[in-house]
Structures are given as structure tokens and as C-alpha cells.
């Protein structure tokens, strides 16, 4: 074997932190803790997932009442009964918006998030400003975001602490009357899947 | 299960460092349990490789943001949820 280690590419990340996870998963390999094909799996069961999956489902319950009752009441269910695999130790449930209620996610302990239905949280997900403020400040968080609640809409924030990991089921937007379920799916970002927005309107997408 | 739905909790002040899922900022507030989500394997013993048994009753507990800060600026009927294990919550007996 070469004493070059088969990381340290031309054009690889360098910074310290990446270095250190590089040098920890050598050893874990090194020590047989991990194999080459179990670190290979997880990261194809990371790239499998994507906020599009979290999209899907919502569209789906915007067009099927069932779906949508299936969807709140046993998260998992609903995500394999779309194909995906939802499998993972943890609990998820989706909370819904509604013209009373807005729902916020956030893990103030570290960085919980739905990975087996969405895959990684976005960065500033994980930041230190976020997870302090979304509880602490969370309609201003979201105003930074572009969106306010209207008037007399309560907020509620989710910190997922535990075994529990949380997706809002947004509201759907006006005018989407005739908008099929892909269209519909198509307005839905991560965002407001995680409630610091809400989806885009279909006027918003057709101007790119 | 210790607590019912509606039941006053507190979340208990104690000093605990390493693996611990109940963050600093709800301990010593006063809130209600919202639901029971179910028993799972205690993360404070699983993190450090023991069983994390007996498995630990865990609800979602209910707080007024205008309850756990002083500064709140939202309206009183902001809430925040988290979800805490029985061994970090105490009952409450008066009223919030």
C-alpha cells in the first residue's frame, strides 16, 4: 500500500475539521471498527435522501384527505407507502400548519433532523445562531427567512431533544386550485418543511 | 407512565454533564405534558455504549414561550414543545 493516503486528492477540502474526520475514519478502518463498503452504504443511504422526498409527501396530502390523515398520524407509514424507506431508530412525525397554528423546527442540543425522509440538514440548520435563537426568537428567525406570520397565528417551536424527529406539513398556497400533485410538490422547499417559511406561491415559481 | 396528558410538570435543575437530552434552558420551567410519545432506551447510558435499559417513558411537554423568557416578545400564546424523559420531570402542584 502506498504511504500517500488515498484522501489527500488534489482539490479535497483541507480544512481542520475535514482533516480530523479523514484521520478518525482511517483509524476506524485501520482498527476494523468500520469497513470500506459500511462507510460506502451510508453515505449512498445519505445521497438516496432529499427535502424532495419531504415534498412529495406533502403534495400528496394536499390531494388526498386519507393520505394526509395517514401522514400526521403515522409518519412512517405514509413515507413507505410512497416507496421510500423510512427506516431509521427514531421516531417521525409531521406536525401541520393551519390557518391558527404555525409550526418551527429546531434541535437546540445538536442537529436532529429527519435524514431517513429529507437526508442532511441544511448548514445553517446546525448553526449555533439558529438552534439559540429559533426558540428564543423564533418570529424574528423567521422573518429573516422572509416570512411573518399574520396576525393572530400562533407559533409553536419543536425542539427536538429526544427520540423524535419533526416536518411540518406547510399549508397549501392559494391558487393552486388546478395545480397538479408534481406541480404542487415543486412549490414545497425545505424551508418550509422545516417552518421557517412557508412554500412558494405558483406566481413566485413561474418568474424562476 | 408516571404522567397523563394535562398533568403540571417541572423539569428538574439537576446537574448532569456528557450525553444529556434536556437542554439548560427548560430546567427549573414549568409546563404540561402534551402527550405521551412512548418508552425508549435511555440515550443518556446508550451514548456511552451500555443498554439504556430499562427503556424510559418519554413526553412531549408543553411550555409558554412567555415562561421561559422574560423578554418574550411574541404573543402569550406562543408555545414551545420538547420532549423530555420522566427522570428529568417532578409534578407540579400549583398553577402556572
Not at chain 1, 9 to 14: A, F, Q, S
Not at chain 1, 92 to 121: D, K, M, Q
Request: net charge negative; with cysteine; proline share 9%.
Amino acid at each position: 500500500m502506498s504511504d500517500h493516503h488515498p484522501h489527500e486528492e488534489v482539490g479535497r477540502t483541507t480544512s481542520p475539521y475535514a482533516a480530523r474526520i479523514r484521520a478518525i475514519e482511517a483509524l476506524l478502518l485501520e482498527k476494523g471498527v468500520l469497513t470500506e463498503p459500511e462507510v460506502q452504504d451510508s453515505i449512498a443511504y445519505m445521497e438516496a435522501r432529499s427535502p424532495a422526498s419531504g415534498a412529495k409527501l406533502v403534495a400528496r396530502a394536499w390531494v388526498d384527505p386519507d393520505f394526509k390523515e395517514l401522514l400526521l398520524s403515522d409518519g412512517k407509514a405514509a413515507a413507505s407507502e410512497l416507496g421510500m424507506d423510512p427506516e431509521h431508530p427514531a421516531e417521525f412525525v409531521v406536525v401541520e400548519n393551519t390557518p391558527e397554528i404555525h409550526n418551527l423546527i429546531v434541535c437546540t442540543l445538536c442537529s436532529c433532523y429527519p435524514r431517513a425522509i429529507l437526508g442532511r440538514p441544511p448548514d445553517w440548520y446546525k448553526s449555533f445562531a439558529y438552534r439559540s435563537r429559533a426558540v428564543k426568537e423564533p418570529r424574528a428567525v423567521m422573518r429573516e427567512f422572509g416570512f411573518e406570520p399574520p396576525e393572530g397565528v400562533e407559533v409553536i417551536v419543536h425542539d427536538s431533544t429526544a427520540d423524535v424527529r419533526y416536518m411540518v406539513l406547510p399549508m397549501r398556497p392559494p391558487d393552486t386550485e388546478g395545480t397538479d400533485e408534481e406541480e404542487l410538490a415543486a412549490l414545497v422547499t425545505r424551508d418550509s418543511l422545516v417552518g421557517v417559511n412557508v412554500p412558494r406561491s405558483p406566481s413566485r415559481t413561474s418568474l424562476g | 407512565m408516571t404522567f397523563e396528558p394535562g398533568d403540571r410538570v417541572r423539569v428538574l435543575t439537576a446537574e448532569k454533564h456528557g450525553h444529556v437530552r434536556t437542554p439548560g434552558y427548560l430546567k427549573g420551567k414549568t409546563g404540561w405534558i402534551e402527550s405521551v410519545i412512548g418508552a425508549f432506551p435511555n440515550p443518556e447510558e446508550l451514548a456511552y455504549g451500555l443498554s439504556g435499559l430499562p427503556q424510559r417513558p418519554l413526553y412531549k411537554v408543553g411550555f409558554r414561550q412567555i415562561d421561559l423568557w422574560d423578554d418574550y416578545t411574541g404573543p402569550a400564546e406562543d408555545y414551545l414543545y420538547a420532549d423530555i424523559y420522566e427522570h428529568w420531570l417532578e409534578p407540579e402542584r400549583g398553577t402556572i
